[in-house]
C-alpha cells in the first residue's frame, strides 16, 4: 500500500469519529495473509509499561505481549494472572541473558530509566533479539552509537519509541513541510514540558537520566528538527535553570530554553520543564504558519494550517498499539524503521551541545 493509500485509509477512519482509529495495519493482514504475530517481552513495569504499552499491546495486529523483565516478584505474579504469561516467559533482571534461548520472544521492549538502556538493549541484542528502546536513548551519544553497534554486530533491528513518528498528525504537518506546500520554513517554536511533583523518581536523579532534558526536552528537540525537516547546525545559546532546587538538586535542568540554528539561515527556538504544562509547535513558513497544539499528546494531537485543520482522531492508548505495529511490521517486512537507532542518536547530540552551550555560554557547532 503506497503512502498516499495509507493517509487516506488514516483519514476515512478519523474523519468525523471521537472513537477509536483502528490500525491502518489492520487493513493490511488480511491482504497479506500473515498468521505469525512477534512476541514482545516488556523490560521494566512502571507506568508507562503498565498504563499504556501493556494495553496497547492487546490491540496489535502485528505484536502481542509474550513476556516480562521484572525485579519485583509481585509484578511478575499480577502480571501473569492479568495476561495469562507463561512461566517461562517471565524473567528478572538476573536471569535475563537466558531469554536467548526462548524462541516465543522475538522483541525486547526496554522500558528502564535512561542510565539502564545501553546495558539491556546490548544484553538484549547479544541474546538475538531485535530491541524497541524508549527515549532518550540513552545518557549519551557514546553510549547511543554502542547500543547501534550491538544490534548491527548481532544482525537485529532496533528502533526508538518515538510514537509521534508514527502518528498521523504528525506526518501530516511533516508532509506539508517536506512538500514545500506553504514554501521555505523560515522559523520554528516548540515547547514541551508538565508539571512534574514527584520527589525521587529516576528523573530527579542525574545518575539514572533524570533531569527535563533527556526526558521532554527530547520532544521539542524533536519538534524543531521535524519542523524544519533539517538537522540544526549549532546550539546558538542555551540555559538551563530551576525554581525548585529542592528537587533538581546540584543544577539539574527544571527548565531549558535554547536556540539552534539550521541550514538556510533557519532559526528555531525550544523550552522544555518540569515546571510547567506547555505543549506546542509553531511553524513559521513563507506562505503561512502551522500550529500544532496540542502537538504530543497521548489522546491526539491536532493543529491547524492555511492548508486545513490537522486533526485525526483516536482513543490512548492507540499511538502506542501504531507504533508497535508499525515496528513489528518492518522487522518482518525487512524494511527501514521509522524510528531508528540513528535518529534517538541524533536527538541525544543536541542534547550534548544543549548543555555545553549552558555551561560554557557560547555557541556549540554540531557535526553534520
Keep these: 500500500m503506497s503512502v ?78 492479568q495476561y495469562n504469561i507463561p512461566d517461562k516467559n517471565i524473567y528478572n533482571y538476573g536471569n535475563f541473558d537466558q531469554i536467548a534461548h526462548n524462541d516465543s520472544i522475538d522483541v525486547v521492549y526496554v522500558v528502564l530509566p535512561p542510565s539502564m538502556h545501553m546495558e539491556y538493549v546490548v544484553r538484549a541484542a547479544k541474546a538475538g533479539k531485535h530491541v524497541w528502546c524508549e527515549k532518550p536513548m540513552a545518557m549519551t551519544v557514546r553510549e547511543c552509537q554502542a547500543m547501534i553497534d550491538a544490534c548491527k554486530d548481532n544482525k537485529r533491528t532496533l528502533a526508538i519509541g518515538y510514537r509521534l513518528q508514527h502518528e498521523p498528525n504528525t506526518k501530516e504537518y511533516r508532509r506539508i513541510v517536506q512538500n514545500g506546500l506553504l514554501g521555505k520554513v523560515k522559523t520554528v517554536q516548540c515547547e514541551a514540558g508538565y508539571r512534574e511533583n514527584r520527589t525521587d523518581h529516576w528523573k530527579q536523579k542525574k545518575e539514572m537520566g533524570g533531569g527535563v532534558l533527556g526526558d521532554m526536552g527530547v520532544y521539542a528537540i524533536q519538534g524543531v528538527r521535524l519542523g524544519t525537516n533539517m538537522e540544526p547546525l549549532s546550539v546558538v545559546e542555551a540555559k538551563i535553570s530551576t525554581i525548585r532546587p529542592e528537587i533538581y538538586r546540584n543544577g539539574l535542568p527544571e527548565i531549558v530554553e535554547a536556540r539552534l540554528a539550521f541550514p538556510g539561515g533557519v532559526m528555531a527556538d525550544l523550552k522544555t520543564s518540569f515546571a510547567e504544562n506547555i505543549n506546542f509547535l509553531d511553524i513559521n513558513c513563507e506562505k503561512g504558519s502551522i500550529k500544532m497544539a ?75
Design 294 to 368: 496540542p502537538y504530543q499528546g497521548y489522546s491526539g494531537n491536532q493543529g491547524t494550517s492555511p492548508l486545513g485543520e490537522i486533526k485525526f482522531t483516536y482513543q490512548v492508548p492507540w499511538q502506542q498499539a501504531n507504533q508497535m505495529d508499525e515496528d513489528a511490521r518492518s522487522i518482518m517486512e525487512g524494511s527501514k524503521m521509522v524510528a531508528p537507532g540513528e535518529e534517538g542518536l541524533r536527538d541525544i547530540r543536541v542534547v550534548e551541545a544543549i548543555y555545553q552551550s549552558a555551561e560554557m555560554k557560547k555557541e556549540i557547532k554540531l557535526l553534520v
Design 4 to 81: 498516499t493509500s495509507r493517509r487516506e485509509v488514516i483519514r476515512a477512519l478519523a474523519l468525523g469519529g471521537t472513537g477509536l482509529l483502528l490500525s491502518p495495519l489492520s487493513c493490511l493482514s488480511a491482504a497479506n495473509g500473515r498468521q505469525k504475530k512477534l512476541g514482545v517481552a516488556l523490560v521494566g513495569l512502571g507506568y508507562y509499561s503498565t498504563d499504556l504499552l501493556a494495553p496497547a499491546l492487546q490491540m496489535t495486529e502485528h505484536c502481542y505481549l509474550a513476556g516480562i523483565v521484572t525485579g519485583s516478584p509481585a509484578k511478575a505474579e499480577r502480571w501473569q494472572k
